[in-house]
């Protein structure tokens, strides 16, 4: 089983130590679901603590992009939570013209979102949020700027 980053570090932290506040997880979980309905249309709880939102992408062609957010402690900072957005684009070693240099320099070009290569081997879009920290225009934000670029990076790649 392939684990995303996201999936790694919830692991990871929950090794350590970390208990999720279950409370103040479905707190986040619901404003998330409020949020996905409200802008985006269409979310699916798909475990505890993770959601995947569709974002339409481009109206045009009726294409949509999902989201994977998990709600999972901070790393060092007991009872807050953090929210983790992530989606794929592409498994590298189908890809090798897959310009590195190029994808790091993409970071630039957006606020929220990061180009990231995960084991090596995953091109992914993420971005992370203290949840104590963000506004829920701000989550809306992550949400489609992490799907926009990871869409337009797809596009870009496999055309």
């Known amino acids: ?3 995303t980053k996201s999936e790694i570090n919830q692991g990871l932290w929950l090794v350590h130590g970390k208990e999720l506040d279950n409370k103040k997880a479905q ?4 404003m998330l679901k409020k949020l996905a ?29 999902g989201v994977k957010i998990n709600v999972v402690p901070h790393p060092q900072k ?3 939570i953090t929210l983790l957005f992530g989606t794929s684009v592409c498994t590298l ?8 240099m190029e994808m790091l320099q993409r970071n630039h070009d957006s606020v929220y979102a990061k180009v990231v290569i995960v084991e090596g081997e995953y091109l992914e879009v993420e971005a992370s949020a203290n949840y104590d920290h963000v ?7 992550m949400i489609k ?9 797809r596009k870009q790649i496999l055309k």
């Open 93 to 100: 070693h189908d890809h090798p013209e897959v310009n590195f």
């Open 27 to 30: 707190e986040a979980e619901q």
């Open 78 to 80: 007991p009872d807050t």
């Open 1 to 3: 089983m392939n684990m």
């Open 37 to 65: 309905n409200e802008n985006f249309g269409k979310y699916e709880q798909l475990f505890d603590h993770t959601l995947i939102i569709s974002v339409t992408v481009d109206k045009r062609q009726f294409e949509y992009k």
């Open 135 to 141: 506004t829920a225009s701000e989550i809306t934000a």
């Open 145 to 153: 700027e992490v799907a926009d670029l990871g869409y337009l990076l």
